[in-house]
């Protein structure tokens, strides 16, 4: 029960998958946002696997390959903040945004190098022991599944959020606010993630 509190504080407080699920949500609707929440939930299930299996310790072990990823993650949620971010009015961040902003390989890609996700599952996976022994296959395969479960209902308030925000009728400046809110959350995550 604590480790699924502290799974919901830690992956569904806001950060750069939260603001583009708001963003989907609002500009296609919760029909056309499942596609990229679903492709989105499977990079961050490998990304939760990865954490579990300790897989993600090994990687920080070789600089070369860890900072190429770093380059790849930073350099995808910087565009997709700008894509966000310079969105079109009149409610159309999906349909105006440039091509690939709320794709399949995408929201993959947003789920997988997700580096908020990282920071999340490093300390739930690292400071809570569900099952006995601690550090066991069954102990992880637990606090992964449990995971996963989170991210999906989690994750599908906050794109169903975006629906209920793209019913608004909002001003302009309100609109472009709210652009700028988005691609700021990302923005900040990728600054998080190079500190």
């Known amino acids: 029960m604590?480790?699924?509190?502290?799974?919901?504080?830690?992956?569904?407080?806001?950060?750069?998958?939260?603001?583009?699920?708001?963003?989907?949500?609002?500009?296609?609707?919760?029909?056309?946002?499942?596609?990229?929440?679903?492709?989105?939930?499977l990079g961050l299930a490998l990304a939760a696997g990865l954490s579990a299996a300790g897989l993600v310790a090994v990687i920080r072990a070789f600089p070369v390959i860890h900072a190429?990823?770093?380059?790849?993650?930073?350099?995808?949620?910087?565009?997709?903040?700008?894509?966000?971010?310079?969105?079109?009015?009149?409610?159309?961040?999906?349909?105006?945004?440039?091509?690939?902003?709320?794709?399949?390989?995408?929201?993959?890609?947003?789920?997988?190098?997700?580096?908020?996700?990282y920071l999340a599952f490093a300390s739930l996976f690292g400071s809570f022991a569900i099952l006995t022994p601690a550090y066991g296959f069954a102990d992880g395969l637990l606090k992964w599944t449990l995971c996963v479960v989170v991210m999906a209902v989690v994750d599908l308030a906050w794109l169903l959020a975006g629906v209920a925000l793209g019913r608004l009728t909002l001003t302009p400046r309100a609109e472009r606010i709210m652009n700028l809110a988005m691609g700021g959350a990302i923005l900040l995550a990728c600054i998080a993630a190079l500190a």
């Open 2 to 41: 604590v480790f699924t509190l502290a799974a919901t504080a830690l992956l569904g407080s806001p950060g750069p998958g939260i603001a583009a699920l708001i963003a989907v949500g609002r500009s296609r609707g919760a029909i056309g946002g499942l596609r990229y929440f679903g492709s989105m939930q």
């Open 68 to 117: 190429a990823l770093m380059i790849v993650s930073v350099a995808y949620l910087l565009w997709l903040a700008w894509a966000i971010a310079s969105a079109p009015l009149s409610g159309s961040i999906g349909d105006d945004a440039p091509s690939g902003a709320f794709t399949l390989p995408g929201g993959f890609m947003l789920g997988f190098a997700n580096p908020k996700a």
